[in-house]
């Protein structure tokens, strides 16, 4: 298909999906709406979603849930295990609670419950949370033996890995439990408490309910819908998806705005950047030897200090590009020893066209994911530690080494310069 024939099929593609798709009323309505975690930035906050486990897993909280949730949970998870677990739904559907005690990150543990029985000695349910980050350290026998050795008189040990991908456990004391679970416990609760849950605990438990809908189900009515709007409309919506404004790419917008308001006040000049690449130059690296370079588009720079953040982690490093030999050579036999601080795959021999010359700092902030929940956020965290980075003694000193001798670098140009000159003006034979 030629490129007018490809461009008239995606308009009328997306032409008819706006007007001949109902379901996009629907989608809307199951997503629309006041969401308190979402405007908190709560989604994939491990922390956070333990937090609101132990709210409702507490019978003595304000949710009007009682012990409801907590134990149509636990019978769903014991249940649907593929396990030989010594307790079965029915005991914990038979048994009293007569009391609820929860912990957060009791020695480094998520959420741990003691259930203390009418006619029984005590539980105790170890609990791990993982939403983003994986089961690490053999952390999760170490967790165990912390419990089995603290509560060794406990009637039953439950060991329960609540994961959002269902990564099975390291441990096999573990039983695996689901965000689903977590759901459909929850709608069962409401559901059967609806009289005694108040109108303020109604809305965070719907709010929490709708969040698990649309960030961890995958057979919900949203994903439901959201898939046979794509089954009829999959070329308009794969056009919009390669459109999109993605995550990464607004915060690196947001974050050469950031750079660019405080300039004054940081004392840099923002030179030609790019979508994974942000450069700019000291305020004393802006003179005639540093506006003469040919290395970066619509940019005249030499030497820059460039902001990479097309990698796992951003860095921030100075480069010279296309650099003149004879300047350039003695500040890279230079850069092998402080106040500079070389790059760990710094070459024997000297780049000809790119040529990092200090490394200023590689932050631990993860830029690589497609699961950047603000932008904004992400943008300030890197230019925050962008600004301590560049402003470090060692790196001033650098930035002092290279600005004097800049003039050389105008001195290099101009020889050049007029070397070409002389050349252009030699008769023809």
Not at 7 to 20: G, H, M, S, T
Not at 48 to 72: M, Q, Y
Not at 244 to 257: F, I, K, Q, T, Y
Request: charged share 25%.
């Amino acid at each position: 298909m030629s490129d007018p024939e490809q461009i008239k099929a995606d308009y009328e593609a997306l032409n008819e999906l706006i007007v001949n798709c109902p379901e996009f009323d629907e989608l809307e309505a199951l997503l629309g709406g006041f969401n308190l975690f979402q405007v908190l930035k709560f989604e994939y906050g491990e922390i956070r979603h333990s937090n609101v486990l132990a709210w409702i897993l507490d019978p003595a909280e304000s949710h009007g849930l009682d012990d409801t949730f907590l134990k149509k949970w636990l019978m769903r998870v014991v249940h649907e295990a593929d396990h030989n677990f010594p307790i079965s739904a029915v005991d914990i559907d038979s048994g009293e609670l007569v009391k609820v005690e929860v912990r957060r990150e009791w020695e480094n543990i998520d959420l741990l419950l003691i259930l203390q029985w009418a006619k029984q000695k005590p539980w105790v349910v170890c609990i791990e949370n993982k939403i983003h980050t994986k089961q690490h350290s053999a952390q999760l026998s170490r967790y165990r033996k912390i419990v089995e050795n603290t509560f060794p008189h406990a009637s039953q040990q439950v060991f329960l890995f609540l994961t959002r991908s269902e990564e099975p456990p390291q441990d096999a004391a573990y039983l695996p439990a689901s965000f689903t679970q977590i759901h459909q416990a929850l709608v069962e609760s409401m559901r059967s408490r609806e009289k005694a849950i108040g109108s303020e605990p109604k809305v965070l438990l719907q709010n929490y309910v709708r969040l698990l809908e649309e960030k961890f189900m995958d057979e919900s009515d949203i994903a439901r819908t959201a898939l046979k709007i794509y089954q009829q409309h999959r070329r308009a919506l794969d056009v919009i998806f390669e459109h999109r404004p993605d995550n990464l790419g607004m915060a690196s917008s947001a974050l050469r705005e950031l750079l660019a308001q405080n300039s004054d006040k940081l004392g840099i000049v923002m030179a030609a950047s790019a979508k994974f690449y942000i450069r700019f130059i000291p305020k004393i690296w802006d003179v005639p030897g540093n506006t003469q370079g040919k290395a970066w588009p619509s940019s005249n720079r030499t030497v820059v200090f460039e902001l990479n953040i097309s990698g796992k982690r951003p860095y921030l490093y100075i480069v010279a590009g296309k650099a003149p030999d004879s300047w350039v050579e003695p500040i890279w036999l230079m850069s092998d020893s402080a106040p500079f601080r070389p790059s760990q795959y710094r070459q024997k021999k000297r780049p000809n066209t790119w040529c990092t010359l200090h490394i200023a700092g590689h932050s631990k902030i993860k830029v690589d994911t497609d699961e950047i929940a603000d932008p904004a956020e992400l943008a300030q965290r890197v230019f925050d530690w962008c600004v301590k980075s560049f402003q470090e003694p060692q790196t001033e000193q650098v930035v002092q080494i290279i600005a004097d001798r800049l003039p050389d670098l105008e001195m290099v140009y101009h020889a050049s310069a007029i070397q070409d000159t002389d050349s252009s003006s030699l008769p023809l034979v």
